[in-house]
């Protein structure tokens, strides 16, 4: 079976998994082998140690703030900006800096936390799916409980411009979760997974679209319309710069033919056709702001 888009469902999976059984941290996970790793976030670049006046939190001080280690993975340069000289190759799409990035290393600089290593196979050998993780995820979207409320086919001719907001008095609340995602068909699929899911094992807060050449003001819409089309319309969303690699600082100049597009740029009528498909939610961004 191949499979596509399913790594941000599969994560979303595992993350609710361990919520729900492992509170205690003694059991393992219904979707993926888990271990133990020393990880922490870098936030500078080799060469570690130097300082050039951009680390805050190094430069100036006899002593690094917050007990950091001096020579280690957040001593070095830290980026300054997109056209950061120090992060350019020439010759290359690819810069040199990694502030952000995850990476295991040793010392008490890292954080112990289990890391999902493997996927677990199906314990059906006759099925399929040939991952655990399938068969629960086609399970949870063909629930009938916390289906959206519309038809598409036929919502307009009744469309009533109200927001859905879903009443959990005397509910059990699950974990808090704000859920950081672009506008790839993986990522919608797990919002939609994630909101079927039970709020006893999963409070979904927020929602936070990340910059990157899938997103922009206007797709924001279409989280807009995904949220109404499951009354839940009391979750906010955010959004944060937007800069494709390759394109000019703070633009997204990422061109695709799309069906149902309208002319091929990445924006909320073209976006996988979606805004001419999904219910409108009243908190669009009106065309006359």
């Known amino acids: 079976m191949q499979s596509y888009f399913m790594w941000d469902s599969f994560t979303s999976g595992v993350a609710i998994s361990s919520m729900r059984n492992d509170k205690d941290c003694l059991h393992g996970n219904d979707f993926a082998e888990l271990e133990y790793m020393n990880i922490t976030v870098i936030t500078s670049n080799e060469p570690y140690g130097i300082y050039d006046g951009s680390n805050p939190l190094f430069d100036g001080h006899a002593v690094p703030k917050f007990g950091l280690k001096k020579g280690g993975v957040h001593s070095g340069h830290v980026q300054t900006g997109i056209i950061d000289s120090f992060c350019l190759i020439e010759g290359s799409r690819k810069g040199r800096c990694e502030d952000g990035y995850t990476k295991e290393i040793s010392g008490l600089e890292a954080v112990r936390v289990r890391v999902a290593t493997k996927a677990k196979s199906n314990v059906d050998k006759n099925s399929r799916l040939d991952r655990e993780f399938f068969k629960s995820f086609l399970e949870v979207l063909t629930l009938r409980d916390n289906t959206g409320r519309f038809d ?106 799309i069906p149902q597009g309208s002319g091929g740029l990445l924006d909320s009528d073209t976006l996988y056709g979606l805004a001419r498909s999904l219910p409108r939610s009243p908190r669009r961004y009106p065309s006359t702001k």
């Open 152 to 257: 598409i086919t036929a919502q307009f001719p009744f469309y009533r411009e109200v927001l859905y907001k879903p009443n959990f008095v005397n509910k059990s609340r699950g974990k808090v979760t704000i859920f950081d995602m672009d506008m790839s068909a993986g990522d919608f699929v797990s919002l939609i997974y994630l909101l079927k899911a039970p709020v006893e094992e999963i409070d979904l807060k927020g929602i936070f679209v990340s910059g990157n050449g899938w997103a922009n003001a206007a797709t924001i819409d279409i989280v807009y319309d995904i949220l109404h089309m499951m009354g839940r319309d009391d979750i906010p969303v955010g959004r944060g710069t937007s800069t494709a690699l390759g394109t000019g600082i703070l633009s997204c100049k990422y061109v695709s033919a």
